[in-house]
């Protein structure tokens, strides 16, 4: 399976695992993994103190697979042998690109968030990375037709699994082949040699483990995952979280900076405001890293909570074209995840 989705260590701390319940329910399969791509219990997008770290450390980032043990038999050792990218035109004729191929000439480094269309609002399965690859369109030059509409691109995996997308998404200039990720070759189980990044798109339409590129004369994209119910070419809803306060942290009057990330996708983030009071008012938040188109945003407000009790922290983004995300809760079944993340604390008049 090829999909760039992802289990978290704390999945359930925000009912992710209901939710996913749902969707297996919707889609008549036997359960949450399978529903999901694969069991839960891998990845997190934060720190050792509960705060979101900008960029995730590859053995962190967040995994999803229809079969989630697959690894390619092709090494690092043995690539430049046992492995190539077959790239098929509409006629049928095929040309085959090479691993020093794919790496040896000009790259790009960029940033990228892949977030997972099972992400629950609050969840973790979505991290931030620093790729390192070629731009799609220069990979796919030579089997392209004059034309540049009307048809599909479809990817390959060496797990079996399939995904496809228009050909225009494809040539847009944030789409690229990846083979690098935070400065090492891609992982094993994060797609070496290669996968594909396009902009805008839930990680299900973006396969790892590449092995075939062909264009298919249809202009309705499809893959794995579209065909079992979830949604095709949807753009990533705007969507933002509340890292987790530590239990016991908050006292009456002392300072404490709430924490966490707003998403969403290549709209950029323009703003993130929190509620200290389950979502009566608002206050901004200072951005503090990231927030371009494609890349999360890391948000911080510092707060002195005024008085003892329970509060409900609520968080909401607005995107780079200036729409803030809906507040309507909807499951991640079949479209994505909507509505905004709730934290309910307890501040302490003194220290215990």
């Known amino acids: 399976m090829a999909t760039s989705e992802g289990s978290s260590r704390r999945i359930s701390r925000r009912g992710f695992i209901g939710v996913l319940s749902g969707a297996a329910a919707a889609l008549g399969l036997g359960g949450v993994s399978e529903a999901c791509g694969g069991p839960i219990g891998r990845g997190t997008s934060e720190g050792p103190d509960g705060r979101t770290r900008f960029i995730t450390p590859n053995e962190d980032f967040y995994l999803v697979a229809v079969d989630p043990d697959f690894r390619p038999s092709v090494t690092r ?149 579209d065909e079992r119910g979830w949604a095709s070419e949807v753009p990533v809803k705007t969507t933002s979280r509340l890292d987790e306060p530590p239990r016991g942290a908050l006292v009456r009057g002392e300072p404490y900076r709430l924490t966490g990330i707003g998403f969403a996708g290549a709209r950029g983030i323009e703003r993130v405001e929190v509620s200290l009071d389950g979502g009566r008012s608002w206050a901004d938040c200072e951005l503090i890293e990231g927030g371009a188109p494609g890349v999360w945003a890391l948000w911080a407000y510092d707060w002195r909570a005024p008085r003892g009790g329970s509060r409900t922290l609520v968080c909401r983004a607005t995107d780079g074209e200036g729409r803030t995300q809906t507040a309507e809760m909807q499951g991640s079944y079949p479209d994505g995840a909507s509505g905004y993340d709730r934290e309910r604390v307890e501040v302490m008049t003194e220290e215990a």
């Open 77 to 225: 050792a043995t690539v430049d042998s046992d492995w190539s990218l077959e790239l098929a035109g509409l006629d049928g004729a095929t040309r085959r690109l090479s691993y020093g191929q794919l790496t040896g000439g000009p790259t790009t480094e960029f940033l990228y968030t892949f977030e997972c269309i099972g992400n629950d609002i609050g969840g973790d399965l979505i991290g931030n990375a620093r790729w390192r690859g070629v731009p799609l369109r220069d990979v796919l030059a030579p089997v392209l037709p004059d034309r540049r509409s009307g048809y599909t691109v479809m990817f390959r995996a060496l797990d079996g699994f399939y995904s496809s997308v228009s050909i225009e998404r494809c040539l847009d200039p944030d789409s690229f082949l990846a083979f690098e990720m935070n400065g090492e070759p891609l992982p094993a189980g994060h797609g070496f040699p290669a996968r594909v990044i396009l902009p805008d798109l839930y990680g299900m339409k973006q396969p790892r483990w590449l092995d075939r590129i062909e264009l298919v004369e249809s202009p309705e994209a499809t893959g794995y995952w």
